[in-house]
C-alpha cells in the first residue's frame, strides 16, 4: 500500500487534530501530495497540497488560515495540522500524490496514488 493515514479521530469545535501520511514504493520526492477529503453525500474536495521540496503549499478557501501542510522527505511522510476546526469539516480526509509534471493540484483525478483514508469528526 502505497500510503497509509493515520491520526484521524474525534475533537471538539474549536479543537485541533494532525493527520499523518506516510509513503512507500515510490521515489517520494518525484510527487506532489495533497490532502482531500470527502463527506457523506459530497465529492471528494481538495484541501492542501504541497510541493515537492515542500516550498510551495496550497490551500482549499475553506481551510486557508487554520490548516497547514507539510512534509518531511527524509522520512516519506506528509501531515496536516488541522487547528481551529468545525464541524464542516468532518469528512474521511485522504493523502493522495501525483508525479505528473506540470502538477494541477486541485484535480483528484490527476494524483496517482490514494491512501485508504481517516476519518476526522468534529463535533461536541
Known amino acids: 500500500v502505497p500510503l497509509v493515514e493515520s491520526g484521524g479521530g474525534l475533537v471538539q469545535p474549536g479543537g485541533s487534530l494532525r493527520v499523518s501520511c506516510a509513503a512507500s514504493?515510490?521515489?517520494?520526492?518525484?510527487?506532489?501530495m495533497a490532502w482531500f477529503r470527502q463527506a457523506p453525500g459530497k465529492e471528494r474536495e481538495f484541501v492542501a497540497g504541497?510541493?515537492?521540496?515542500?516550498?510551495?503549499?496550497y490551500y482549499a478557501d475553506s481551510v486557508k488560515g487554520r490548516f497547514t501542510i507539510s512534509r518531511d522527505n527524509a522520512k516519506n511522510t506528509v501531515d496536516l495540522q488541522m487547528n481551529v476546526l468545525k464541524p464542516e469539516d468532518t469528512a474521511v480526509y485522504y493523502c493522495?500524490?501525483?508525479?505528473?509534471?506540470?502538477?494541477?493540484?486541485?484535480?483528484?483525478?490527476?494524483?496517482?496514488?490514494w491512501g485508504q483514508g481517516t476519518q476526522v469528526t468534529v463535533s461536541s
Open positions: 493522495a500524490a501525483d508525479g505528473a509534471y506540470p502538477p494541477s493540484y486541485y484535480s483528484a483525478q490527476d494524483y496517482d496514488y
Open positions: 514504493g515510490f521515489v517520494f520526492t518525484n510527487f506532489v
Open positions: 504541497i510541493s515537492w521540496s515542500g516550498g510551495r503549499t
